[in-house]
């Protein structure tokens, strides 16, 4: 039985509980799929549960017609994927250069997703009034089938490895260092949002498609930029009070 470490002391706390042995043999199978027949899958237990339910109701030629579920029912099942894919929809306005109050908009919820996913959380909170939010299986169906080849390609160049990287420990750590350039994207300033950005994206969809080496690759290039925004800043602000003692030394 897999138990949870205890979270840093600067993160919110956490009761430590051990995880349902029936919910991580899911997670182990779900993570052996691709997005694409995940969300197929998906739909498929969700359609059954919804049948179940309205066996009474269901008409023989078209059983799952009406079939819908939970917004939140989909985000639990996908576990830490829920986090890359909110991850990639939040970071995608912030990759223009030259944008600003967008980005230090969206930088706030991408600070919360991190410290969620490093305080342990193995899905996303959302509000309750956005959990039970509810749509028809069918409609996402259709949308799933029209992004399907897109996705196919995609994953023909990502696949699973290195799965330590995106599994329960990896994606803690992930969350805590995916902190540090979000923090740079919520600086109004020259340079702090692009480039970050982009790693933060590529990281995003790694862990989607739970392939590590994305991940890492994504990470080297968005803390790679953040801490050379550092040494800069440092250099030119060492530079600057220099130059400002010189010519004050130079008045008196």
């Known amino acids: 039985m897999l138990i949870r470490a205890t979270a840093p002391s600067f993160l919110p706390q956490t009761p430590i509980s051990s995880i ?16 694409v027949d995940l969300f197929r899958t998906i739909i498929g237990d969700l359609e059954r549960r919804w049948a179940e339910r309205h066996a009474e109701e269901s008409h023989e030629g078209e059983p799952f017609q009406h079939a819908d579920a939970e917004l939140g029912e989909i ?15 939040l970071c995608l306005p912030c990759i223009p ?5 967008l980005p230090q908009i969206v930088s706030l919820p991408m600070l919360a997703l991190g ?18 939010r509810r749509f028809q299986l069918k409609e996402f169906t259709k949308v799933l089938n029209i992004c399907e080849k897109y996705v196919r390609w995609f994953e023909a160049i990502a696949r699973p490895r290195l799965p330590a990287v995106t599994g329960r420990l990896g994606a803690r750590i ?12 919520l600086l109004p300033l ?21 392939d590590g080496l994305l991940v890492i690759l994504g990470m ?33």
């Open 115 to 132: 410290v969620q996913m490093a305080n342990g959380r193995q899905s996303p909170w959302l509000p309750r009034k956005f959990r039970e």
């Open 20 to 35: 349902d042995p029936i919910e991580e043999a899911q997670h182990e199978q779900d993570a052996r799929q691709g997005v």
């Open 190 to 210: 020259i340079g702090t949002n692009t480039v970050p950005s982009i790693g933060i994206a590529i990281a995003s969809l790694g862990l989607v498609q739970r």
């Open 174 to 185: 992930l969350g805590g260092l995916l902190v540090i350039p979000s923090l740079s994207i």
């Open 97 to 101: 250069p030259f944008v600003y109050v």
């Open 75 to 89: 985000v639990d099942r996908l576990d830490e994927r829920a986090f890359g894919l909110l991850w990639l929809l």
């Open 220 to 252: 080297i290039i968005a803390l790679g930029w953040v801490f050379l925004l550092i040494v800069v800043g440092v250099f030119f602000g060492l530079e600057l009070a220099t130059f400002v003692k010189d010519w004050l030394g130079s008045l008196f």
